[in-house]
């Protein structure tokens, strides 16, 4: 915004002297000055809708932070089967979480139920889904199941295209986890480092998870360690 506004004023500068260099008459320098004063509007709207855009990444950045943290205390809790649904509802209120109290209802998961959370749980602990290589049948053999069974208790997961979009979310998720520590990060660090195949898969994953572009949450998120620093 400073830069556009000292541009701004350089080129009103510049402008008047150049009327007066050349001798302008009076009608073509106030002409020259109109179409001068348009190209400072112009970029003190551009700067000012640049400052909007900024603030709203940055939010959508700081709740998309909190959301990724409470995923993982959510996952930690539910994915020990060490505890019973009682014992895991009073984990979950212990944590920053905390739902409404009469929001909480403990309904006891089906087969099926149980086998997604404990998967994805299991999934994020472990990330075998940094292996480019990771897929559909992949990840059957990761649950020690077979693929009737895998079907059984998953079913939205049949189509191998799907669990695809599934898999890829979770290393689009990794990905932003990644970017809140290391902003330095580069594009191709995310590719290799989060399994995908390439800065096209990266991109699409990212975005249709999160709502933005990699790049974008990239140039907020060091922005946001500059302020920090």
């Given at each position: 915004m400073r830069k556009r506004t000292a541009l701004a004023a350089s080129l009103l500068f510049l402008a008047t002297q150049l009327c007066h260099a050349h001798v302008h008459t009076l009608a073509e320098a106030d002409g020259i000055i109109v179409i001068l004063v348009a190209i400072v509007i112009a970029l003190l709207i551009l700067g000012g809708f640049g400052l909007h855009y900024n603030k709203i990444i940055s939010q959508r950045n700081e709740q998309l932070r909190r959301?990724?943290?409470?995923?993982?205390?959510?996952?930690?809790?539910?994915?020990?089967?060490?505890?019973?649904?009682?014992?895991?509802?009073?984990?979950?209120?212990?944590?920053?979480?905390?739902?409404?109290?009469k929001a909480v209802k403990v309904?006891?998961?089906?087969?099926?139920?149980?086998?997604?959370?404990?998967?994805?749980?299991?999934?994020?602990?472990?990330?075998?889904?940094?292996?480019?290589?990771?897929?559909?049948?992949?990840?059957i053999e990761f649950m020690g199941v077979n693929q009737d069974e895998f079907c059984k208790f998953v079913p939205r997961y049949t189509d191998p295209e799907r669990t695809k979009d599934y898999i890829n979310s979770l290393r689009a998720e990794y990905a932003a986890k990644l970017l809140m520590e290391h902003s330095d990060y580069s594009m191709d660090d995310?590719?290799?480092?989060?399994?995908?195949?390439?800065?096209?898969?990266?991109?699409?994953?990212?975005?249709?998870?999160?709502?933005?572009?990699?790049?974008?949450?990239?140039?907020?998120?060091?922005?946001?360690?500059?302020?920090?620093?």
């Open positions: 959301i990724l943290n409470a995923l993982d205390d959510y996952r930690t809790i539910v994915g020990d089967g060490e505890r019973s649904l009682d014992e895991q509802e009073e984990m979950v209120k212990r944590t920053h979480l905390k739902p409404k109290p309904v006891q998961m089906d087969e099926g139920q149980t086998f997604f959370v404990k998967m994805d749980a299991r999934i994020n602990k472990e990330k075998p889904f940094t292996d480019p290589d990771f897929d559909y049948y992949a990840l995310m590719v290799s480092m989060c399994g995908f195949k390439d800065a096209a898969a990266f991109n699409s994953a990212f975005k249709f998870s999160f709502g933005i572009t990699p790049t974008d949450y990239m140039n907020s998120m060091s922005k946001m360690f500059k302020k920090k620093a």
